[in-house]
């Protein structure tokens, strides 16, 4: 059974910086793709970035050339680096592990971005 436990979010001001760390259980966490997602309240959760077991990563438009996905399979962690942070980043973001068969989510982290 894998388990993902997100941290790293917090309060911060537009225009500063935080990065989310994941860390997965389970010794096969290098052939996994993974992904971080967000969701605020009464809306559907959205992608952020993700990447591949590769290392090829993809990003959401709205966080392109402000946020950095990396992963460090010798640690089973993933990371999102989010830089030049704006208030609609805030909301509750969730590390993702995809496998063929099932999808496994942390229990989430608030970023909250505001002056």
């Known amino acids: 059974q894998v388990q993902l436990v997100e941290s790293g979010g917090g309060l911060v001001q537009p225009g500063g910086s935080l990065r989310l760390s994941c860390a997965a259980s389970?010794?096969?966490?290098?052939?996994?793709?993974m992904g971080w997602y967000r969701q605020a309240p009464g809306k559907q959760r959205e992608l952020v970035a993700t990447i591949t077991r590769g290392g090829s990563a993809n990003y959401a438009d709205s966080v392109k050339g402000r946020f950095t996905i990396s992963r460090d399979n010798a640690k089973n962690t993933v990371y999102l680096q989010m830089n030049s942070l704006k208030p609609e980043d805030t909301t509750v973001y969730y590390c993702?592990?995809?496998?063929?068969?099932?999808?496994?989510w942390g229990q989430g982290t608030q970023v909250t971005v505001s002056s």
């Open positions: 389970g010794s096969t966490f290098r052939i996994y793709d």
């Open positions: 993702n592990l995809h496998t063929t068969t099932k999808d496994y």
